[in-house]
């Protein structure tokens, strides 16, 4: 199921008094519901037999050059969070031997591909949504993420 399938589903949810909306594709449950005093959230539940799975190793290696606890002197009002649209594996490049997407200090623009987050196999393509510098990217390659979690300040311009 496609990312920007989902994010319109839940703004119809939320935009509607729809409490709660449920479509399954193939294999995939999909389940969103609201309550009045929080905002929506989407529980994707995928049919799959984890008795008889085969465990693999990641695909990325490991990365941990400057990604976390450098201190920024900026602002907390000139900084725009990049979020997580979905629950998955946070990846900072396209394959395993090729260039991290962004790099702390890159400058980049609305639509500028950030990084990757895998869900159940599709690499799913997190872009900016403002023109800044990258300050601080908040997650570790190779790690989960969850639903709404930072992954990047980036300083507007």
């Known amino acids: 199921m496609d990312i920007n399938l989902l994010k319109k589903l839940i703004n119809m949810v939320e935009q509607s008094e729809i409490t709660e909306f449920s479509v399954q594709e193939g294999d995939l449950k999909v389940k969103i519901s609201k309550n009045s005093k929080s905002p929506s959230h989407v529980n994707v539940q995928p049919s799959f037999d984890y008795q008889n799975a085969a465990i693999q190793p990641a695909a990325f290696p490991k990365q941990s050059n400057e990604v976390t606890n450098q201190p920024t002197n900026e602002t907390k009002s000139n900084l725009h ?11 900072r490049a396209p394959a395993p031997d090729a260039d991290s997407y962004v790099q702390i200090g890159d400058i ?17 393509e997190i872009e900016s949504d403002v023109s800044g510098k990258i300050v601080k990217i908040l997650v570790e390659n190779s790690t989960p993420v969850e639903y709404n979690q930072p992954l990047f300040l980036i300083e507007t311009v």
């Open 81 to 91: 969070e990049i979020k997580s649209p979905i629950v998955g594996t946070f990846y």
């Open 108 to 124: 980049v623009a609305p639509g500028s591909v950030l990084c990757i987050v895998e869900a159940m196999k599709l690499m799913n």
